[in-house]
């Protein structure tokens, strides 16, 4: 008996070690949480979305769109807010419809703002779940 | 040695195995007990936040889904996309007071805020709001802030204290008494200043109203729809489309502990087999000296059905504690949105103990009858001559 309580007790402890010992996680933010007000966020974020287009003359610029508005409309060009992103890391750049966590902070620009990207994870691409009929023409 | 105390030794003679049982059952029952008492409690929060909704009318524009109107009751940012004229029409109607509503989100803390802009004077009275502290809008352009209580507390912010909206500097003018719904988690603004700083022109998200006869209501709403092309919702109905998303998660998270429960049912037969299988000759020995096998099938049932017992206790126990802690990580969390305002707080009483026992019990002793069943059926010259 005493070695089944020591057991559980060493087990708790491991589990309580293992999470206070974990890195002070950021909490994660949508595109829809920032939309409005984007530079109303200072320093270093945490953003989950889907990037949902890629600048041809900047290859190190995309858009990322709210995940659950864009899994409603079902359409990257479904007029959604998409938020300018940069990155410039040694990891390659998401895919069209990947799931992204991003990290990082909003630059201010002469002509709006960015957010500049210092960690990128990519979790999933949701392609399969959109259309990519763009009504208008344009993206 | 009567029967209990023989189930007792019996349980206790592998004293590992009967541990591990009992913590699979407590488990299974721990997280049966913890989503039960917090679904109540987040069904409970969400009537009381619609019943403290003050409107007894939601005017918004057709093609709003449900999940915007879910955001009407948890002050989240709503799109404004209903023209600020359809607000005078539907005040023009005799026995409706509205109130225009823009919801925005900004960032205190680098937390996402919800930032409303108001008629002030008209809200005051229309939410039946007290001012706790500082002083109230003068005027429909001032540009100040008006705190509610939650916010607050929250971020430790007090009358004087400068947030950044936009850019633009705005001092707390006042603080909002306690309201006990989401008027509680926003900052509020005029709407012709939240319309300007948010850049949304002649838009508002929604209208509030307020029937002077609610037993009429229908033939109000009929009076709306001859007015503007809008969608008008009750009360009631927002609520009742709330409660039935909720319901759908609840169901669905039950299910996932009732397979913990199945998990744990099936530990209870595996040991209780093998616990038939080293006992055979013990089986043996009492039917010999004149055992019954139906005093065999007993002694076999409550054991597995003292399993179920102690386990349902330990697991009503442990629920509660897990529910306690869960309570403010789902206020955290996506779900949180829906009781914005308040953390589910574990609810737990005397029927849901007493159906979580009873259940438990049940469950194990439906698991125990095939092993009984099996081990009365030996015959002593079966069971003795087992090697």
Redesign the interface.
């Known amino acids: 008996?005493k070695?089944?309580l020591l057991f559980v007790l060493i087990t708790l402890f491991a589990v309580g070690c293992a999470k206070d010992n974990g890195e002070a996680e950021l909490?994660i933010?949508s595109i829809?949480?920032?939309?409005?007000?984007p530079?109303?966020?200072?320093?270093v974020?945490k953003i989950d979305g889907v990037a949902s287009s890629f600048s041809e003359s900047d290859a190190t610029f995309f858009t990322v769109m709210d995940t659950?508005e864009l899994l409603?409309c079902r359409n990257l060009y479904c007029g959604a807010y998409a938020m300018p992103a940069r990155y410039s890391g040694s990891d390659p750049l998401p895919e069209l419809a990947d799931m992204v966590d991003i990290t990082g902070s909003f630059v201010q620009t002469d002509d709006g703002y960015y957010f500049e990207v210092t960690e990128l994870v990519v979790r999933q691409n949701i392609m399969h779940r959109l259309t990519l009929s763009n009504p208008g023409g344009t993206q | 040695m009567n029967i209990f105390k023989l189930v007792a030794k019996n349980l206790l003679r592998r004293?590992?195995r009967f541990?591990?049982t009992l913590l699979g059952i407590t488990i299974g029952m721990a997280s049966f007990v913890a989503l039960l008492s917090l679904g109540g409690s987040m069904r409970g929060e969400v009537t009381r936040q619609a019943d403290a909704l003050g409107a007894n009318l939601i005017i918004t524009p057709k093609n709003w889904?449900a999940?915007d109107q879910i955001s009407i009751l948890t002050g989240n940012?709503l799109p404004e996309s209903l023209q600020y004229s359809v607000l005078a029409e539907v005040s023009a109607i005799p026995g409706i007071t509205a109130v225009p509503y823009l919801t925005?989100?900004?960032?205190?803390q680098?937390?996402?805020v919800s930032v409303i802009g108001i008629y002030p004077a008209e809200m005051l009275e229309f939410n039946d709001w007290r001012v706790r502290e500082g002083n109230y809008f003068s005027s429909r352009d001032v540009r100040v802030l008006v705190l509610g209580s939650g916010i607050a507390n929250s971020f430790n912010l007090n009358v004087g204290d400068t947030l950044?909206?936009?850019?633009e500097n705005f001092p707390v003018a006042a603080i909002l008494e306690e309201n006990g719904n989401n008027d509680d988690t926003a900052m509020y603004l005029p709407l012709s200043v939240v319309q300007e700083i948010?850049d949304v022109g002649e838009y508002i998200s929604y209208i509030g109203a307020k029937v002077e006869n609610i037993a009429e209501t229908e033939s109000y709403i009929a009076a709306i729809l001859d007015v503007v092309n809008v969608s008008v919702t009750t009360d009631r109905q927002l609520l009742s489309t709330v409660l039935s998303m909720l319901g759908s998660i609840n169901v669905a998270l039950q299910l996932i502990a009732g397979v913990s429960l199945v998990a744990a049912a099936f530990g209870i037969i595996n040991t209780m087999m093998t616990a038939i299988s080293e006992r055979r000759r013990e089986i043996g020995i009492l039917r010999a000296i004149g055992g019954k096998s139906g005093a065999i099938f007993k002694i076999f049932l409550l054991e597995s059905g003292l399993y179920g017992f102690l386990g349902g206790i330990l697991g009503v126990a442990v629920g509660y504690v897990v529910s306690i802690f869960a309570g403010p990580m789902i206020a955290?969390s996506g779900m949180g949105d829906l009781l914005k305002g308040a953390a589910p707080e574990a609810s737990i009483n005397a029927p849901i103990i007493f159906a979580a026992i009873f259940l438990s019990v049940a469950i194990s002793v439906l698991s125990g009858f095939y092993p009984a069943w099996k081990a009365a059926k030996l015959t002593p010259a079966e069971a003795m001559s087992y090697e």
């Open positions: 008996m070695k089944i909490h933010l829809y949480n920032i939309q409005n007000d530079l109303a966020f200072t320093g974020i659950n409603a | 004293k590992g541990v591990f889904c999940y940012s925005q989100t900004t960032a205190v680098n937390r996402p950044t909206i936009r850019g948010f955290e």
